[in-house]
């Protein structure tokens, strides 16, 4: 591969290891203008959420009730009749035609529009979308769509985050950090779950753990919910009657069994999510008359269950009191989950978080039924949490937000085993979650496993090549002419370092410089190496991570180092190109398929009989 020696200067280290040394993390101290204007986005978040919240309330009142007031109420109580069915389908008309006319970007549950800003668009959303994506979703909502507040408040929290940072000078990673502070802002003030909402943003939204984004959008977090204290009251959302701090071993084989049947329900309504959608995308209209098809399932699942219309906040609160009928829990198994997976499927706006916890809090109002009795909303509660960790592929989201919404810290370790058993369920049944594949449906792939990159760990010192060929730097080109042609080839050396006689870097000169001299100078063989040379090459050093060899590569387009040591001689000590680099990535895989027993059992004083002595007792046993 040709490589250019015309680089005129060092590559600037400063945008690769601020500080010029290693250490743990590689924040600057830019997190801390950062972290400002993050917490000025969570005051924000908390007043947009509010916004939001109010406008469901007057949506709700108008369509269902005929009167002006933002109070949340439930649909469930209204006296329209039959001519309920209507409702939803005027809803979804006006979300079509706000989509159609407006921005498609409102279309969805929130969250997976947040990731492809994120990776897709430089973390970069329309303004008109923090507007318009509120608006859509408190109408689809409020008119009895079975969705949640959290997926709107996330993209329109994420959406204002981005207007903000779009009018500073900063970097797409920097963006993406203040986004992700809008949205974890957005649902820290929605459901008083600050944590919870720090957790959302690292596992689905910032696809890193570094401090110079944990920090920010856990401070705009933080101060979304201590602003919420004051325009909406504390927490926790749905208090729950307290429960015994340690259940004992049926109790915790119970949540192991109730993390399985919550992977097997987060499968089934993931798949019927995307079944819906496919069956939609085979219609011969256009897109903008979906969600009218949708709302009349929901128009005709409402008539049948009232309980199914809207957020459903007041149904998770009487799961978790256990005042709950069966009739109720069966219909929110059966015509809530229908509903939802239809309407979601036909690419309305709302969200995925209340409907998912209203059927985990149904399916575990089943299983308390034969479960071990340890306590009124026991079931519900950890079957809240475990299809939240199984369904969305954020098991520990799934703990936190369980915690933070019902203020039960003695459920800690059972929402850890059920959440961990249905996310293990659902990694190894589906590909994708509910939602990675609405990103992966639009040509992206989106991996969402943290590691340690080996580049990260290796160093250069151990895989350069000490075994190159260095050119004095006082040598003419006619000494070099004959061993330049006999060692040429397509596996030849391509750089050359120029080095003083005691072996300190001059300078490099590629082959292809050297070729060029003797073919057009007249004067060739009489050039010496020293007037060719690049003076100011770009250098590696032994100690450097190869993390930063790469970058430095990826910066100046070259694929060939010397490798000098630090110091103002700069003394080579070999070389390193990007074919090296792949060393790297071969000892991970060796790592990851190599099987091997490292420690051997052995039993002491007994010894194996000699193969010889072992036949002649057996012979000895047949005469017998």
Known sequence: MPVSAGVSKLAPRASLEPSGKLGDFTTSIRVLPLSLVAIAIGVLSAYVALALLRLIGLFTNLFFYQRWATGLVSPADHHLGPFVIVVPILGALIVGFMARYGSERIRGHGIPEAIEAILINGSRVEPKVAFLKPLS????????????????????????????????????????????????????????????????????????????????????????????????????????????????????????????????????????VYASEDAFHKLPIHWMWWPAIGGLVIGLGGLIFPQALGVGYDTIADLL??????????????????????????????????????????????????????????????????????????????????????????????????????????????????????????????????????????????????????????????????????????????LYPVVDKDHHLVGVVTRHNIQKALRESSDGPGVRMADLVNANPVVAYPDEPLRLVVYRMAETGLTRFPVVERGGDRKLVGMIALKDLLQARVRNLQEERRRERVLRTRIPFVSRPRRGTEMDSLSSASRM
């Open 137 to 272: 979703s408190a109408i689809s909502i409020g008119s009895g769509g079975p969705f949640g507040a959290e997926g709107p408040i996330i993209m329109t929290g994420g959406a204002f985050g981005s207007m903000i940072a779009q009018f500073l000078h900063l970097t797409s990673a920097e963006r993406k950090t203040l986004l992700v502070a809008g949205a974890a802002g957005g649902m820290s003030a929605t459901f008083a779950a600050p944590v919870a909402a720090v957790l959302l943003g690292v596992e689905l939204l910032l696809f890193e753990w570094k401090p110079r984004s944990l920090i920010p959008v856990a401070l705009a977090s933080a101060t979304a919910a201590a602003v919420r204290r004051h325009l909406m009251g504390l927490g926790p959302i749905f208090p729950a009657p307290p429960h015994p701090a340690f259940v004992g071993p049926q109790g915790l084989l119970g949540c192991a069994a109730a993390g399985l049947l919550a992977g097997v329900l987060s499968v089934v309504v993931t798949l019927a």
């Open 321 to 494: 009191q256990g005042n709950v009928a069966k009739r109720v829990i069966l219909g929110i198994l059966l015509v809530k989950s229908i509903i939802w997976a239809v309407s979601l499927g036909s690419g309305t706006s709302g969200g995925v978080l209340a409907p998912l916890l209203m059927m985990g809090g149904a399916l575990g109002g089943l299983e308390a039924m034969v479960l071990p009795n340890e306590g009124t909303g026991f079931w519900p509660l950890v079957s809240m949490g475990a299809i939240l960790g199984g369904t969305m592929r954020a098991p520990f989201t799934g703990v936190i937000f369980a915690v933070e919404l019902t203020h039960d810290l003695n459920a800690l370790l059972p929402l850890l085993i059920a959440c961990i058993i249905a996310h293990a369920f659902t990694v190894l049944v589906l590909r994708r979650s509910i939602l990675t594949e609405k990103v992966s449906r639009r040509g992206y792939h989106l991996s969402c496993e943290y590691a340690v990159d080996p580049l990260e760990i290796l160093f250069v010192r151990e895989v350069m090549r000490t075994n190159i060929a260095a050119l004095p730097a006082d040598v003419k080109l006619d000494d070099l002419a004959t061993s330049l042609r006999t060692s040429g080839g397509r596996g030849g050396q391509r």
